[in-house]
């Protein structure tokens, strides 16, 4: 099970590039704008996150050029405005495409008028999530490109971007199991969304057997349901890969390991309720790490229906 580090947040807006520049070395960026972007500029960051996943939203007015380098993986996306990037030679606009900056390579930006949503995650866990998807130790992934494989992915890469997004400006990523979930269920976008050197999509035969990863599964889901978990600590603690994980869960309960997590969560809620009918969605939502009281309601009715009632008081 992953760590859970101390919350970081950075919010802070200014008109002059030099302070521009240092609010971007305290949010994960090492970039320099030009000395004269023109009066018109104007940056305003809010991020927050610890040092595994952190979520940052920039607007950036005017018309400007940036040059720099992140110390993590950086996924990003475009929401308003233009914005033109270049690493490594390779060129393109952002409109409708997120893009990966990598560390160790050298990002040129050119904007006007920007609202972008920067992912960040840390190297050693993008590794460490790309040997349980890919059943292999030895993996150290490698991209061969910042452009998306198609568009399909592309888009969906963009959705869980935005989605970040939401979890930043509600305040919802202050949970950590919800930093845990989101964390990796982006680290798996990104690893299907970019391109990898060499081949690990292709995934090697297994002998081991379904009813032994699932009882270690729900055994370690039993244990640590309070605990910001994830579908990739289920997978290393079962001892499979997450391919693997899913099948032994579909020929079992007809839903995946995540959904299985999922309702196991919601029905810890329930008890919770019953205990205690005063608590409220909102109250049960971060308790158990949902993104937002919406989707927590949704997700409890269409498990068990509306609420209970609270009992009736007697004169």
């Known amino acids: 099970m992953r760590r859970v580090d101390v919350l970081k947040r950075v919010r802070s807006s200014t008109t002059d590039p030099t302070e521009a520049d240092a609010l971007l070395r305290e949010a994960d960026g090492r970039f320099v704008f030009s000395r004269d972007p023109g009066a018109d500029f104007s940056f305003r960051v809010e991020q927050a996150g610890d040092d595994d996943l952190a979520v940052g939203l920039y607007r950036i007015g005017g018309e400007w050029q940036s040059d720099g380098e992140f110390d993590r993986f950086s996924v990003s996306g475009v929401f308003s405005g233009d914005y033109r990037w270049e690493i490594d030679g390779d060129r393109d606009s952002s409109y409708a495409a997120p893009f990966l900056a ?67 400006r509600s305040g919802t990523i ?32 297994t002998n081991r057997s379904g009813s032994v990863i699932f009882r270690r599964a729900t055994a370690f889901i039993d244990d640590h349901l309070s605990l910001p978990i994830s579908v990739g600590d289920i997978a290393r603690a079962s001892g499979a890969s997450r391919y693997d994980l899913d099948l032994a869960f579909r020929a079992r309960t007809g839903g995946s390991a995540g959904r299985y997590l999922r309702v196991a969560r ?12 005063s608590l409220s969605d909102a109250d049960l939502a971060y308790r158990w790490g949902f993104a937002s009281t919406e989707r927590f309601s949704r997700a409890y009715r269409s498990e068990f229906g509306e609420p209970e009632a609270p009992p009736a008081v007697r004169p």
């Open 174 to 205: 202050d949970n950590p199991m919800v930093r845990a979930s989101l964390f990796h269920e982006l680290a798996l976008d990104v690893l299907e969304t970019f391109p990898l050197v060499g081949d690990h999509r292709s995934r090697p035969a």
């Open 102 to 168: 990598r560390p160790g390579h050298d990002l040129f930006g050119r904007g006007v008028d920007l609202t972008i949503v920067n992912v960040y995650i840390a190297p050693d866990l993008l590794r460490d999530v790309a040997r349980v998807v890919f059943a292999d130790d030895r993996v150290q992934p490698e991209f061969a490109s910042p452009r998306p494989v198609d568009l399909r992915r592309s888009y969906r890469m963009l959705q869980s971007i935005q989605l970040a997004a939401e979890f930043l």
């Open 266 to 277: 919601i029905s810890a809620a329930r008890l919770d309720r019953r205990a205690d009918p």
